[in-house]
């Protein structure tokens, strides 16, 4: 196994209150591997990253109005569905099969980021 870094992209999430961010997130399965104070690095193993600040200018995030979204794309959706049940939004408390055709559930962080989790139905067995 190589120690070269693979090529992949990582999110800058500004966020208003790191811990409740962080916790958020590590509830949908992600782990801090840095921490800096105000900027944190998190990672799953598999391929997420993200990186959460409370850096960012205060205007960026007005409650209720947060333009940031982010969509994590796993074969574990039902699972981590379970883990958050009670976060996600909608009637339906779990994953469904979208029209678009993903197989998803969205949930909203602590800074009102919309979350989506999700995998192409076709996949799904």
Request: hydrophobic share 40%.
């Amino acid at each position: 196994m190589s120690d070269a870094p693979r090529h992949s992209i990582a999110a800058i999430l500004p966020c208003r209150d790191l811990d409740a961010s962080t916790a958020f997130y590590e509830r949908l399965g992600l782990k801090v591997v840095s921490d800096h104070g105000s900027y944190r690095l998190l990672d799953d193993g598999a391929g997420w990253q993200l990186h959460l600040t409370n850096e960012s200018p205060q205007e960026w995030l007005v409650p209720g109005q947060n333009p940031f979204g982010l969509y994590l794309y796993t074969e574990k959706v039902a699972e981590i569905a379970k883990a958050v049940r009670d976060a996600i939004i909608g009637p339906v408390k779990g994953p469904t099969h979208k029209p678009w055709g993903m197989y998803e559930f969205a949930v909203s962080d602590p800074g009102d980021t919309l979350v989506r989790v999700g995998w192409p139905s076709r996949l799904i067995g």
